[in-house]
């Protein structure tokens, strides 16, 4: 079954710097989401990685997949206010049901001035 | 405007009450699902449709039922609600499978 890992859970950046945030899993996952969650809002679906070696980027936010290594991750750069709020990955059950998807507990971003 | 409703947004319950939430969306999207956060615990997905008259089981979906007889409409619902189903719900739908999902606003239940 497949299991998904992010670290870290909290992240406290100061603007300007760059960092990662990590989404390990544990099986075989044929594709790699990103979401974000603003505070006390609803999701927003930012990438969807569909295999090894996929990079998307968006304004300040990079992802990347390995499938080789079970690694997706999240790179901020030159980090600003806006982007504090809490990031999820989510992994598909590679060869089962292709609806069912299981999230990481979510990386909490703070971007401090 | 494309998107996806939910209703109740807020609702308080007490124990054994059944109660259905709504989603719909408008988008014409063959895939709906729904999920619930809990502090510490992320979000964890209840049940899934990928297509009218198609549903299958997340990872909880013990004590929810859904059915999806139209396209656009997904209901959830709790036969007899207990205390362990206080949680934030999410409602999303995306076209063919789980790709670029669009989330309803939440739907924040307890149940006394």
């Known amino acids: 079954e497949l299991k998904v890992e992010q670290n870290p859970l909290f992240l406290s950046m100061q603007e300007g710097k760059n960092y990662t945030i990590y989404c390990n899993y544990s099986?075989?996952?044929?594709?790699l989401y990103w979401y974000r969650q603003d505070p006390g809002k609803s999701l927003e679906s930012l990438f969807v990685?569909?295999?090894?070696?996929a990079v998307k980027q968006e304004g300040r936010l990079m992802a990347s997949l390995d499938t080789k290594a079970r690694l997706s991750t999240l790179h901020i750069t030159a980090a600003v206010h806006d982007l504090s709020a809490t990031y999820f990955c989510?992994?598909?059950?590679?060869?089962?049901?292709?609806?069912?998807?299981?999230f990481g507990k979510g990386t909490k971003l703070s971007v401090k001035p | 405007e494309a998107q996806v409703t939910q209703n109740p947004r807020y609702l308080i319950t007490v124990t054994g009450k059944k109660l259905t939430v709504t989603c719909s969306q408008n988008?014409?999207?063959?895939?709906m699902s729904w999920y619930r956060q809990d502090p510490g615990l992320g979000l964890r997905q209840i049940y899934y449709?990928?297509?009218?008259?198609?549903?299958d089981k997340g990872d909880v979906p013990e004590g929810y039922k859904v059915s999806r007889k139209e396209k656009r409409n997904f209901p959830l619902i709790l036969e007899s609600p207990s205390p362990n189903q206080t949680s934030l719900y999410f409602c999303?739908?995306?076209?063919?499978?789980?790709?670029?999902?669009?989330f309803g606003p939440g739907t924040r239940l307890t149940v006394l």
């Open positions: 988008m014409n999207h063959e895939y």
């Open positions: 990685l569909l295999s090894n070696g």
């Open positions: 449709s990928m297509n009218v008259e198609v549903t």
């Open positions: 989510a992994g598909r059950n590679y060869g089962g049901s292709q609806g069912n998807l299981i």
């Open positions: 999303a739908s995306s076209g063919g499978g789980p790709d670029t999902q669009y």
């Open positions: 099986t075989t996952s044929d594709r």
